[in-house]
């Protein structure tokens, strides 16, 4: 009975060991997993959730004062030698897609070392807009090819410096331009700025505002930032709601103060 209470006693301390080596087994690879995630990861992440159809439809329908059901389409367009992303982007009223009253690229890249952040998004305006309408809605062989599109790259707009969100946080990065933000002239502004956030849900978050040499805004939202969401699985009701049409005429001046459309 002795020899058999020692040799219970051995398999459980052997089971108790093992369970040990494989918990610290478990998190040292979880560790490194963590100290594996380098800067141009960080950069292919957030390249991947811009990319696609969001809508603001949901935004519109709870506060259709304030917002639009607008849609943001993203898409891959070219890559630099030293590996930025270089992405087009354009905004559009839902039921007029192929009439975008914004368009820009985005160039994505990590973060210069001596800035305490992760990625680095920049706007710039495009030479030829009217060439790039509708770019990610064509078949690739009809749209601008990349040595093309890194041609028509032109003035820079803003810069976003986006940092990983500490955890419990809904959003997986967020961030915004420097202190002072970047130049814009439109509608009397003397400069402008942005926030970006991306959401654990895959929403992004975008609050883009310009104000006068006295500090007054004088574009952009007031409410707080257009939240968009994944493209929904359409349905035949939803193709006839009132958010879904262009505003009239009279709207005109307020969307202007929404967005900075096309410079």
Known sequence: ?????????????????????????GALLVKRL???????????????????????KDQASRDPDNYFNIRMLTCPAAELVDGSKVLYFE????????????????????????????VELSAYAIRDMEEYKNFCDRPRDQRPQPDEVIGDIAE???TVHLKRCPRGKRCLYEGSTPPGGF??????????TSELAIMKNNEIHTWDRGYDDDGNQVW???EGPYEFKPAPTSSFNDMFSPLNFPPP???????????????
């Open 91 to 118: 905004q559009a009223f839902w039921r007029s897609p192929q009439k975008p009253f914004r368009q820009r690229f985005f160039m994505v890249k990590p973060c210069p070392k001596e800035l305490k952040c992760d």
């Open 34 to 56: 963590r100290k594996s995630t380098t800067r141009w990861d960080h950069t292919h992440f957030v390249s991947k959730a811009l990319t696609g159809q969001k809508y603001s």
């Open 220 to 222: 952009g939202q007031k």
């Open 183 to 192: 130049p814009n002239s439109w509608n009397g502004a003397s400069y402008c």
């Open 1 to 25: 009975m002795g020899s058999g209470s020692d040799s219970n006693g051995w398999n459980r301390a052997r089971g108790l060991a093992v369970k040990t080596l494989l918990l610290i087994g």
């Open 249 to 263: 005429p009279s709207m005109e001046r307020r969307i202007e103060g929404s967005f900075v459309l096309q410079e």
């Open 156 to 158: 820079h707009l803003t």
